[in-house]
């Protein structure tokens, strides 16, 4: 069964950074595209940084020069580096893996990680 945990959200200052980790088990994350998502009250979850398995980067317009996405092989784990953080980043973020049919995630989601800035 595949699940993710992700980790290392918190309270931040515009301004700062954050670095959040997803750590992947019953699948090996280097094998798929893999894409961080967010998602913001009464809104849909949307992605936001997706590092292919040929360790090509995507990234929304919005998160360009400000976010990193990342992973790491042997701890099965994806990181998104997040800096200049603005409250427009506030939302609970998620990760998952990308179907190679449809793009689609596929995976069941983990529980998140709030990310909240606020001054």
């Known amino acids: 069964q595949v699940q993710f945990v992700e980790s290392g959200g918190g309270l931040v200052q515009p301004g700062g950074s954050l670095r959040l980790s997803c750590v992947a088990s019953?699948?090996?994350?280097?094998?798929?595209?893999i894409a961080w998502y967010r998602q913001e009250p009464g809104l849909q979850r949307k992605w936001v940084a997706r590092?292919?398995?040929?360790?090509?980067?995507y990234y929304v317009d919005s998160v360009k020069g400000r976010f990193t996405i990342s992973r790491d092989n042997p701890k099965n784990t994806v990181h998104l580096q997040m800096n200049s953080l603005k409250p427009d980043d506030t939302a609970v973020y998620y990760c998952?893996?990308?179907?190679?049919?449809?793009?689609?995630?596929?995976?069941?989601w983990g529980q998140g990680t709030q990310v909240t800035v606020s001054s």
């Open positions: 019953g699948i090996d994350v280097k094998l798929y595209d």
């Open positions: 998952n893996v990308l179907s190679p049919f449809n793009d689609s995630p596929f995976a069941s």
């Open positions: 590092l292919s398995s040929t360790d090509i980067t």
